[in-house]
């Protein structure tokens, strides 16, 4: 079992819509948790962290729920340009916070 | 800042020669990271530094594999030999102990063993 899952995807939406990313994690020891964003042929980049309260950033909307061990992450009002794969990452924190990668999500937002 | 450089972008190379994948963090960042990533197992961690310092190698492949560190400004990912199973694309990624969680990327090696 992979330390981190995520449904492939892709998703394909029409601008404007809602769309709704999971993911699990296997080690309970994780710490810390984020979003990155990685378009096609290019680097991931850190879209936002994960919070237990749950945080929103714009249209961004991330959520942590440590008993079941899932992350999920909310897109309203989607736009051509969020169309991306999106990766889901748990840390053991502390320094050096190795991350461990989930393998992403992909996003197709069309008109 | 220029952030992460990576060198050379794409790597073409024939089965049983050595590859050496160049990294220069980001100027002032004390963790440097290597990662992989394939369609198949995703990103993968190989190894971190930190000041300089190896400090956990436990994701390198196998002994063909090796990493250093020779300053806080550069570091190698060297594979010797190289087989058809290494093409990847490479990622070097740097953070500083104040934003540790917040990793940087270079643009990546995409290495193509023949």
């Known amino acids: 079992r992979k330390e981190v899952e995520q449904d492939p995807g892709p998703f394909n939406v029409p601008e404007g819509a809602t769309v709704a990313f999971n993911c699990t994690y296997s080690?309970?020891?994780?710490?810390?948790f984020f979003w990155y964003r990685q378009d096609c042929r290019k680097e991931p980049k850190l879209l936002m962290s994960?919070?237990?309260s749950g945080n929103e950033d714009g249209r961004f909307t991330a959520q942590l729920n440590r008993a079941s061990q899932y992350i999920s992450l909310l897109i309203r009002d989607s736009k051509l340009s969020d169309s991306a794969t999106y990766l889901c990452v748990a840390g053991r924190g502390g320094g050096g916070n190795k991350l461990t990668f989930g393998t992403g999500t992909q996003l197709k937002v069309e008109l | 800042d220029a952030g992460v450089i990576q060198s050379p972008r794409h790597e073409v190379t024939e089965m049983g020669q050595e590859v050496t994948l160049r990294c220069k963090p980001i100027?002032?960042?004390?963790?440097l990271f290597w990662y992989r990533q394939t369609m198949m197992r995703g990103l993968e961690l190989l190894i971190y530094f930190n000041n300089n310092v190896p400090i956990d190698d436990s994701g390198m492949p196998e002994d063909r594999f090796s990493a250093k560190m020779p300053n806080a400004s550069f570091s190698t990912l060297k594979i010797q030999p190289s087989e058809p199973r290494d093409s990847a694309v490479y990622f070097c990624?740097?953070?500083?102990?104040?934003?540790?969680?917040?990793?940087?990327f270079g643009s990546g090696t995409q290495l193509s063993v023949l």
């Open positions: 990624a740097s953070s500083d102990r104040a934003t540790n969680e917040k990793l940087f």
């Open positions: 994960v919070y237990s």
């Open positions: 080690n309970s020891a994780s710490q810390s």
């Open positions: 100027s002032g960042h004390d963790y």
